[in-house]
């Protein structure tokens, strides 16, 4: 694909992009709701353990991708803790 050649050109991409993504968490979404049928209280949903999992591989597959780490990381951590507040009031826990 061509470098971008003006503001607007990056920003079209950057929307189609975003585009991308939105699909991405829209799948990632439906998946947490899937999970949620197997947990069996609130610790279950924060799951402290995995979120440092998922965590970690993000950062070793940023890296690997040649994304700041510390950028995945932020992301990572505040998807997961928006995902976790989705799901919490899904199951009426907040």
């Known amino acids: 694909m ?6 607007a050109e990056v920003r079209a991409r950057i929307d189609e992009l975003d585009a991308e993504l939105i ?3 829209a799948e990632r979404q439906g998946l947490v709701r899937a999970a949620a049928v197997f947990k069996a209280d609130e610790h279950a949903v924060r799951a402290p353990g995995r979120v440092e999992e998922v965590v970690a591989l993000a950062r070793k597959r940023a890296v690997e991708e040649g ?3 510390e950028v995945a990381e932020a992301v990572w951590r505040a998807m997961i803790g928006a995902f976790i507040d989705w799901e919490m009031g899904q199951a009426g826990v907040r």
Request: proline share 17%; net charge positive; charged share 25%.
């Open 67 to 69: 994304l700041a780490p």
């Open 23 to 25: 699909g991405k968490l």
């Open 2 to 7: 061509a470098e971008p050649k003006t503001l």
